[in-house]
């Protein structure tokens, strides 16, 4: 699928978005709360990976 996009700023979204009628709203800032919180706990996740590149973290490599 081809993705489209647009170069609009961020105070025309807002623009367009305070227009919506108030159940609409409501519902894209539930969907957009929930993107946040999975972005939020991505990164958490992240530095949880970054400490199993170390080196000296490197002990189940160790030859039995």
């Known amino acids: 699928m ?3 996009t647009m170069d609009v700023s961020l105070e025309q979204v807002k ?3 305070f ?3 108030a159940k609409d ?3 894209l800032a539930y969907t ?3 993107r946040a919180e999975t ?3 991505m990164q958490l996740a ?3 990976f970054r400490e199993w590149l170390e ?3 490197d002990i189940y490599d160790a030859p039995a």
């Open 25 to 27: 709203l409501l519902e």
């Open 2 to 4: 081809s993705q489209v």
């Open 15 to 17: 623009s367009l978005v």
């Open 55 to 57: 080196e000296s973290e």
């Open 39 to 41: 972005i939020a706990m």
């Open 19 to 21: 227009q919506l009628p």
């Open 46 to 48: 992240e530095s949880g």
């Open 32 to 34: 957009i709360e929930e």
